[in-house]
């Protein structure tokens, strides 16, 4: 379409603006104009102008042949490869103790922890052993990866080797373990710890990596154990 030059010198931005029609708006401008009816556009500023038959010559449709069409490409490279993932993952739970920067630890959540459970006997007096191996055995059974650590030194001292490796729970046995029956089990992140009956730690670990009860309901459920770390 040729816009004449009775538009008063907006002859560029009509033209502009019956560019920018889609082809079926300009179907309708064509069949209205040829009709003896003005057609209104909306110039680039938001301003209607309203176009007559007498401005506008030499409509037609036409086919246009495209032999090239030019673009610019875009790629998109994802990148998910699982030594970064592991990276990820370490640099974001690596954590220090408050008031203590040797004590470091690794917060891993129990459903990603490669080792969920350690099993750790007081000392290395032989009467812990047949408990420590049952409950090694039971945790097991339920599917939980654990560690049982009979190796010399001071708890507190093991108790720092498991947080390091991001183990999240730990069970010790001690002399209350053969007087009562029960067991201590601590968590990693708070260092609290709680006493549960033999024959409900492993249940209780389990719903604990599973995200099925959280340790602050364990600890409502179960008495307080407190107890000195010396490293």
Known sequence: AVVSTQSTGAAGAVSGAIANLTDSQKEAMKEQLESGNPYKVVLEGGEECEVTPAMVSGIKTVIRTEHVREFVPNVIEPSFGIGRILYCILECNFKVRENDEKRTWLNLPPLIAPTKCSVLPLSSNEQFTPYVEKISADLRKLGIPNKVDDSSGA??????????????????????????????????NTCSQIRVPLDEVTELVNRLCLDQTSWNDAKLNYPEFTSQETV
């Open 155 to 188: 708890i507190g001292r093991r108790y720092a080797r498991t947080d390091e490796i991001g183990i999240p729970f730990g069970i010790t046995v001690d002399f209350d373990t053969i007087k009562l029956n029960s067991v201590t089990v601590r968590e990693r």
